[in-house]
């Protein structure tokens, strides 16, 4: 028998991955509510930039995608929170927290590195206002993700239109569709 207080929490956390994961151009593969080994869900996204250490640079790519990352790590335990805060796990809070630790001091300078906690901070802000931004997106998503536990790209982004013509009354795919005819004579009158 299934925990639907358990699986709407999991769908939440899930859900807050996605659409900051949307939010900030990352695309989601595949997200996820159905249990393995490791976790009760989860959410694949484009495959990561390799890391590097000579990434300092504040606008270096690299550590720029770090912080996006870092970003869609933390929406997760961000949304649970809001939904629920009684149905988030402490040990997998501090699973996500110390991940984002670790990506963060790749991009930190040498005497910096035991110091990534404003940084931390910052983008942990930054992830709840998009959050708070989109909820009617999460929420979207969680609901989503608990009719069908598994959705593909194409699925996540239905649920994410859908809310958002909903919310403004906009049919978001139009406009997607007149920038991609504006692009493509753009791109034959080069």
Request: hydrophobic letters at 40%; glycine letters at 4%.
């Amino acid at each position: 028998m299934k925990n639907s207080k358990k699986d709407a929490g999991t769908a939440y956390h899930e859900a807050g991955h996605v659409v900051v994961s949307w939010c900030l151009g990352v695309e989601v593969i595949r997200a996820t509510i159905v249990p393995d080994n490791d976790s009760s869900g989860h959410v694949i996204i484009e495959p990561e930039m390799p890391s590097t250490s000579d990434a300092i640079d504040r606008w270096h790519p690299y550590r720029l995608y770090a912080e996006k990352l870092v970003m869609v790590r933390l929406a997760g335990d961000v949304a649970q929170r809001r939904y629920n805060s009684y149905s988030v796990r402490h040990q997998h809070s501090q699973n996500d927290r110390k991940s984002c630790y670790d990506i963060l001091c790749v991009f930190a300078a040498d005497e910096k590195k035991l110091d990534v906690k404003p940084h931390y901070e910052m983008l942990r802000n930054w992830t709840a206002h998009l959050i708070e931004q989109n909820w009617h997106l999460v929420k979207a998503v969680a609901k989503a993700l608990l009719d069908c536990p598994v959705l593909f790209s194409a699925l996540v982004l239905d649920a994410i239109r859908a809310a958002n013509q909903k919310q403004t009354g906009i049919d978001v795919q139009v406009l997607l569709d007149v920038l991609e005819a504006i692009r493509s004579q753009d791109a034959h009158t080069e």
